[in-house]
């Protein structure tokens, strides 16, 4: 028998990746999104590249715990991948109230529902950002995490405890994977899905691309006096279809009962650095375009350097990241051309 996955926030960027590796392994996907950060692009898009004009989707915002029970009720679910998050940093940090109230609240809600109807494999969508400025790179997950620098940041530390706590007392009945992503970047082959910012791009991959079109004039790239080999932040940047299977193999091994403790803990990285000049010196490279761009002072809350250590994952889970930088790059490239209908 098919198994069926909820994915909530399964619109969004990491949502509308994941549904579809999870669609071609042969899982049945429920999307849920409340389409309060994307509009229904991705969504048609998932539909065209798995063909399943079918594909299920709910309207629905997880801080609606009525709601959320009667979605449980409605599907057989034996797992849940929670994206439907804010996730800008900045925000976060302005409207701290907003960011806790739904961040946790649709956690919460998701947990209840799921361990009331019985029980469910819970994958929650964590970040690098938990290890803050590390004391040593590459991170494992080990490596202890850091005072959140943000509000966004505190939401993905506590989520993190709550599924712990939740899952400890739920007597069985609750399993949870946490995967802690690195910096996703890139969209699918295909064209037909990416990142769709709303306004101007806090991320740098979606600044480069908006630069290199045109609709930005100047990146600006935040600091080159860190300590680092030229300057710039390092980072992991990982390829959305990659990061996205990561998830096929944590569900696969939560529905199959693979897994060694109740909750289990992986990075989801490459394992390599880029600093951000080596980032856009490869972009310009592989796509035969400029982004003109300037040196500007630091950015407030950024680390200098994280990248993470992925043999958990891929020993463990068996997944590794295998889509060079040089396709990554070039699939966020098209993406960008895609939505400018060039
Ligand atoms: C941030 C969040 C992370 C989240 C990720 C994806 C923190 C500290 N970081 O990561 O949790 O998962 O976004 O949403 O919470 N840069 C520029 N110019 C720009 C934009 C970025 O130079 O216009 C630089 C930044 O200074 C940084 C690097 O590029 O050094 C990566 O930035 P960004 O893409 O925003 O990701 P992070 O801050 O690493």
Redesign the pocket.
Known sequence: MKKTVLVSGGAGFIGSHVTVELIEAGYDVVVADNFSNCDRTCYEGVKKITGREDLPLEVIDFCDADATKKLFAKYPIDAVIHFAAF???GESVAKPLMYYKNNLMSFLNVLEAAQEKGGCNVLFSS???VY?EPDAVPVTEATPRKP???P??NT?VMCEDILHDAVKASEGKLKGILLR?????GAHPSALIGELPRGV????????TQTAIGKREC?????ND?PTPDG????DFIDIVDLARAHVFAVTRMVEGKMKKDVETFNVGTGRPYS?ME?LNAFEKVNGVKVPHKF?P??P???TA?WADPTLANTEMGWKATRPIEETLKAAWAWECKLAGK
């Open positions: 996730k800008a940093v970040s690098a950002t803050g959140a620098m943000s966004y940041g993905k992503y690195f910096n996703p970047i791009p806090n991320n740098l991959v979606p600044f480069i990146l600006n790239i935040f600091g860190y710039t932040c390092q980072r951000v980032l500007a630091r950015r809350g950024d680390v994280v």
